[in-house]
């Protein structure tokens, strides 16, 4: 089966330190969504890319967070400098979003296993 | 905003029997209901998704009912099996500006008892 990939599975660091996580989407996928589980808020949605292209980062602090896709095959979430509260398990999710008509069709999306990050 | 509740926060039933959760959304706009299952340690893996045009899908042992007019959907599992316990997830999907967001309730934690 097709799956998203992502690297680092863990990373523990020190508060400060640059973070970057990578996402592999899956082959022919044309959306990317970077989310963040944490116990108090669940899952939230930081930022998503259709075509390489930013859509929507509003769910994202812009001082330290950023996002990029470099070539369709790769995503990547940088945090600099990282804080405590960033702590949390951060997923990747990948999708298909056809148009039909005019109209973008809902798809699944379909989540790698995330990185644990852990800063101290 | 798009508000998804859901219900109950944790529940435990014997195996064998069946399983119910629920979820409330507050955009009448949704059109796409997803349900998402998560494992220890995994990424939420879909399950099942419903969409607004339609008021039931089955796969197997697993449910999902919409009601539109009342802006709730369940998921139901039927003949609940121990591989089954987990953190379960819906979503609802809106449209903003272009962009499809999905936006999750706060997960179910089932349990089943062998």
């Known amino acids: 089966d097709a799956r998203v990939t992502q690297t680092p599975r863990h990373k523990v660091t020190e508060m400060g330190q640059e973070v970057t996580m990578r996402c592999q989407p899956i082959l022919g996928h044309n959306t990317v969504f970077w989310y963040r589980q944490t116990m108090m808020q669940g899952l939230e949605l930081l930022a998503y890319?259709?075509?390489?292209?930013?859509?929507?980062d509003s769910g994202m602090p812009k001082d330290r967070f950023s996002a990029e896709m470099p070539d369709a095959t790769l995503a990547t979430l940088k945090i600099q400098p990282s804080e405590p509260r960033d702590s949390a398990v951060y997923f990747c999710a990948s999708g298909l979003e056809p148009l039909v008509g005019r109209y973008i069709s809902n798809q699944p999306q379909h989540f790698g296993d995330g990185t644990r990050l852990s800063i101290l | 905003g798009e508000n998804v509740e859901q219900h109950p926060s944790t529940l435990s039933v014997q195996e064998g029997d069946s399983a119910v959760i629920k979820c409330t959304y507050s955009d009448s706009a949704s059109n796409y209901f997803p349900w998402y299952k998560q494992e220890l340690g995994k990424g939420p893996q879909l399950i099942i998704d419903i969409r607004s045009n339609v008021g039931e899908k089955k796969d197997q042992r697993i449910a999902v009912t919409l009601n539109k007019t009342a802006k709730h959907f369940s998921l139901h599992i039927t003949e609940t099996q121990p591989e089954d316990s987990a953190v379960y997830f819906c979503a609802a999907s809106i449209k903003i500006q272009g962009a499809q967001k999905l936006v999750f309730g706060q997960g179910t934690r089932l349990t089943i008892n062998p």
């Open positions: 890319f259709r075509n390489r292209a930013p859509l929507d």
